[in-house]
T-cell receptor, first 113, second 116 residues
Framework: GQSLEQPSEVTAVEGAIVQINCTYQ??????LSWYQQHDGGAPTFLSY????GLEETGRFSSFLSRSDSYGYLLLQELQMKDSASYFC??????????????FGRGTQLTVWP | GAGVSQSPSNKVTEKGKDVELRCDPI?????LYWYRQSLGQGLEFLIY????????KSGLPSDRFSAERTGGSVSTLTIQRTQQEDSAVYLC??????????????FGNGTRLTVT
């Protein structure tokens, strides 16, 4: 099975930088993903790390350390529209649950003007 | 279609009734997932399909829940004898494949189920 831990809430002001951490315990590991969900909306894919290191996509970056079972999502130059819930997710690697994508409980980010 | 389509968008039903939720995945996506999300909570995995086959049904909460997928496309999630604790948003997602190289999930807007 899988277990993911992430903070429940984070607040920041416009223009700031915020980091959302995710630690995981897995019986197998096949990459860490991040999804964004606005209130009342569908989750949308943000980024994926299959290997250790930093992946950058515009204002968002994601980092993975497989040896530490740890990753984070870094949001720079925060905008009001970034207020949303952010979920980390890991895919199972083998056995009967191969193909499952497990999600954390989500981090609610509130950006203040 | 351009995205994952779910119907109905909202469903209110009386306790004890059966409900059927429908999901139309993105064309060409072989993997299809069902998740449940309660208010302010994370996404609870229910079941996934690779093609028409569901290799892992162990996420279904009880034997009142069942799902099928036909023609490698449309999927239906059926909840029999609904209970109030079944009230939640049911999200469907599809991806190119469930295994192999990374393939992100594309989610529908969900069906909000309310059991009275």
């Amino acid at each position: 099975g899988q277990s993911l831990e992430q903070p429940s809430e984070v607040t920041a002001v416009e223009g700031a930088i915020v980091q959302i951490n995710c630690t995981y315990q897995t019986s197998g590991f096949y990459g860490l993903s991040w999804y964004q969900q606005h209130d009342g909306g569908a989750p949308t894919f943000l980024s994926y790390n299959g290997l250790d290191g930093l992946e950058e996509t515009g204002r968002f970056s994601s980092f993975l350390s497989r040896s530490d079972s740890y990753g984070y999502l870094l949001l720079q130059e925060l905008q009001m529209k970034d207020s949303a819930s952010y979920f980390c997710a890991v895919r199972d690697y083998g056995g009967s649950t191969l193909g499952r994508l497990y999600f954390g409980r989500g981090t609610q980010l509130t950006v203040w003007p | 279609g351009a995205g994952v389509s779910q119907s109905p968008s909202n469903k209110v039903t009386e306790k004890g009734k059966d409900v059927e939720l429908r999901c139309d995945p993105i064309s060409g996506h072989t993997a299809l997932y069902w998740y449940r999300q309660s208010l302010g909570q994370g996404l609870e995995f229910l079941i996934y399909f690779q093609g028409n086959s569901a290799p892992d049904k162990s996420g279904l909460p009880s034997d009142r829940f069942s799902a099928e997928r036909t023609g490698g496309s449309v999927s239906t999630l059926t909840i029999q004898r609904t209970q109030q604790e079944d009230s939640a948003v049911y999200l469907c997602a599809s991806s190119l494949a469930a295994t192999g190289p990374h393939s992100p999930l594309h989610f529908g807007n969900g069906t909000r189920l309310t059991v009275t």
